[in-house]
């Protein structure tokens, strides 16, 4: 009959993928901690005789929050302009960025940075996927010289907001002063200071959050607190 081999402390355990999750061991008790990105990690766990145990830890979205980024759904940018947007959630990394045109527009994807390049004058569609194929879709409008930048913000177009949560987003583009209304404010509150606004949860519903340039155009989110 085959003997199990016993387990000889101490143990040392180390993480393939520290950027999904990290981990400690003390006194025989092993500790895993996410590092907020859904995926996968591999955690490798060795004794002092150098048995391994390997382990995969499988980190999920818990806030079910869809691929977005802090572009608008629409842009316009001139020529030779590099504007940035910030790739949020999803899941699964790394994240790509296509463009349908690129003699138009260049897209390229480093991390959670999206990069949009006016190559030329005319309208492309940049697409970003994450590692599962999710994607987002924004419209880019190359001019020649000066572009305006659309009222938007940092907010996806839906949001899931926790009772007694404050999250807090930007406003860019436009024309300032902003203002920014609660539909429902027994269901979600909101403050603003400047270019940033806080929507805090109240109770569970439905509520839309509409943000108004200077020029009355509008955006809005449609938020879910649960």
């Given at each position: 009959?085959?003997?199990?081999?016993?387990p000889s402390p101490p143990y040392d355990i180390t993480s393939a993928n520290a950027d999904i999750v990290d981990a400690s061991v003390s006194?025989?008790?092993?500790?895993?901690?996410?590092?907020?990105?859904?995926?996968?990690?591999?955690?490798?766990?060795?004794?002092?005789?150098?048995?391994?145990?390997?382990?995969?830890?499988?980190?999920?979205?818990?806030?079910?929050?869809?691929?977005?980024?802090?572009a608008p759904?629409?842009?316009?940018?001139?020529?030779?302009?590099?504007?940035?947007?910030?790739?949020?959630?999803?899941?699964?990394?790394?994240?790509?960025?296509?463009?349908?045109?690129?003699s138009v527009a260049k897209a390229s994807a480093s991390g959670n940075t999206l990069s949009v390049t006016g190559l030329s004058a005319g309208v492309a569609d940049v697409v970003t996927f994450d590692s599962t194929g999710a994607s987002v879709k924004v419209s880019a409008t190359v001019q020649r010289g000066a572009a305006t930048v659309l009222l938007y913000t940092t907010s996806p177009d839906s949001i899931r907001v926790a009772v007694g949560a404050s999250p807090t987003y930007t406003i860019a583009g436009g024309a300032s002063?902003?203002?920014?209304?609660?539909?429902?404010?027994?269901?979600?509150?909101?403050?603003?200071?400047?270019?940033?606004?806080?929507?805090?949860?109240?109770?569970?519903?439905?509520?839309?959050?509409?943000?108004?340039?200077?020029?009355?155009?509008?955006?809005n989110i449609m938020v879910t607190v649960q």
């Open positions: 009959m085959r003997r199990q081999r016993t006194g025989g008790v092993m500790t895993v901690r996410s590092k907020g990105v859904a995926g996968k990690a591999v955690l490798n766990i060795r004794d002092a005789k150098g048995s391994l145990v390997v382990v995969t830890a499988n980190v999920s979205d818990n806030a079910a929050v869809p691929l977005y980024m802090t759904s629409s842009i316009s940018i001139g020529l030779g302009e590099a504007p940035n947007y910030t790739i949020q959630r999803g899941v699964g990394r790394p994240f790509t960025a296509t463009s349908s045109n690129c002063p902003y203002t920014v209304t609660s539909s429902n404010v027994n269901v979600i509150t909101v403050s603003q200071t400047g270019t940033t606004f806080t929507a805090t949860g109240v109770a569970a519903g439905l509520a839309t959050i509409t943000v108004h340039d200077a020029n009355g155009t509008a955006v």
